[in-house]
C-alpha cells in the first residue's frame, strides 16, 4: 500500500512539475497543424491590428515578432482579457484557438519542420 501511494505521489509531482515548466520554459515546437491553425486564425483575427505575418504595420500595436518566446501566461493573459487598446478575446475565441495563436506567435512565425 505505501509502495502504491508513493507511486501516486510520484507522478502527481511529475505531473506537476511539467506543467510549471510548460508556463514559464521554453516550449517544444508546436506540430505542423497547430501551427498552420494558429497561422490561419492570427490572419482573420489579430492581422488587421498587428499586421500581416507579425509584421507591425507601424501602428500602435504590439509588435509580435518581440514577444519573449517563454511568455506564455503574459500571452494568455493579456489575449483573454485584452490590454489597454486591445480588445478582450475571451469570449470570441475558444481556448484551443488561442493556443493555436499561441504555437504561431512563439515560434515567430517559422512554420516547424
Ligand atoms: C483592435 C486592434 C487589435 C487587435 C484586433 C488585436 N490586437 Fe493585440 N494589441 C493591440 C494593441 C493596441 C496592443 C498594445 C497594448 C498596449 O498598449 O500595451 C496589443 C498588444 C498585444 C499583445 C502584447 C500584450 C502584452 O502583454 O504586452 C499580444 C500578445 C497581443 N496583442 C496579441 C493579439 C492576438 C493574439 C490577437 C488576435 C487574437 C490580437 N492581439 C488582436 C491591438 C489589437
Known sequence: ???LTCLIAGTLFCAGLSIAHAQTGEEPAPSPEQFAKGAN????????????????PGNFSFDLRKFPHDGRERF?????NGK????????????DEIEAI????????????
Open 1 to 3: 500500500m505505501k509502495v
Open 41 to 56: 486564425l492570427f490572419a482573420h483575427t489579430c492581422s488587421h491590428c498587428h499586421g500581416p505575418e507579425m509584421v507591425n
Open 76 to 80: 494568455f493573459n493579456s489575449v483573454r
Open 84 to 95: 489597454k487598446a486591445m480588445p478582450p478575446w475571451k469570449d470570441i475565441l475558444h481556448q
Open 102 to 113: 499561441w504555437a504561431y506567435v512563439r515560434t515567430g512565425g517559422v512554420a516547424p519542420q
